[in-house]
T-cell receptor, first 117, second 110 residues
Framework: GAVVSQHPSRVICKSGTSVKIECRSL??????MFWYRQFPKQSLMLMAT?????????EQGVEKDKFLINHASLTLSTLTVTSAHPEDSSFYIC?????????????FGDGTRLSIL | GQQLNQSPQSMFIQEGEDVSMNCTSS?????WLWYKQDPGEGPVLLIA?????ELTSNGRLTAQFGTTRKDSFLNISASIPSDVGIYFC??????????FGTGTRLKVLA
């Protein structure tokens, strides 16, 4: 149980392109999903918290107009990197928390490797 | 953002040896999680801890919620090559957000 699917797993695109990444909870409902960014050999840095039916909460220093988040249903959140540039290249990982107690563990997707040329 | 300190940063061990790593926080937490991440993949949940002093096992893995509520420990017994990866701790004080550790990179020599 508690499977999170992330798509695509890898994206290579030109500078200026917008890229959409999907995060789905396959066998549970997730009122809250999280988007992380991970640089090589570093830990996960929380970018934003995606709340179903409401606006996402962004961490300090994360541009909300650059990283658009939509959480339209209890099983799907999307992250759109708008007008991506080489410095946006990174490993992006989503996680989802089952609806219920706030301390429920987060379950992660397999990540999306984004490379901007 | 805030991170938890994990120790050691990396370790090389021989197959069959036991492994110990820990995670410390300046804040009190009421939940600790341990994850393993393989290269190019997302972290996979290993163990969740919800009470101070709690000791929980998952196969060869055992984790403990420190009694001060500011630390947690993970032990791997009789390591095998597939244990290689990065181990992350994560903790929360009851908000919806988890803070992640800096990671322990484990390499197992056959």
């Amino acid at each position: 149980g508690a499977v999170v699917s992330q798509h695509p797993s890898r994206v290579i695109c030109k500078s200026g392109t917008s890229v959409k990444i999907e995060c789905r909870s396959l066998d549970f409902q997730a009122t809250t999903m999280f988007w992380y960014r991970q640089f090589p050999k570093q830990s996960l840095m929380l970018m934003a918290t995606s709340n179903e039916g409401s606006k996402a909460t962004y961490e300090q220093g994360v541009e909300k107009d650059k990283f658009l988040i939509n959480h339209a249903s209890l099983t799907l959140s999307t992250l759109t990197v708008t007008s991506a540039h080489p410095e946006d290249s990174s490993f992006y990982i989503c996680s989802a928390r089952e609806a219920g107690h706030p301390n429920q563990p987060q379950h992660f997707g397999d990540g999306t490797r984004l490379s901007i040329l | 953002g805030q991170q938890l300190n994990q120790s050691p940063q990396s370790m090389f061990i021989q197959e069959g040896e036991d492994v110990s790593m820990n995670c410390t926080s300046s804040s009190i937490f009421n939940t600790w999680l341990w994850y393993k991440q393989d290269p190019g993949e997302g972290p996979v949940l290993l163990i969740a801890l919800y009470k101070a002093g709690e000791l929980t096992s998952n196969g060869r893995l055992t984790a403990q919620f420190g009694t001060t509520r500011k630390d947690s420990f993970l032990n791997i017994s009789a390591s095998i090559p597939s244990d290689v990866g990065i181990y992350f701790c994560a903790g929360t004080s009851g908000t919806y957000k988890y803070i992640f550790g800096t990671g322990t990179r484990l390499k197992v020599l056959a």
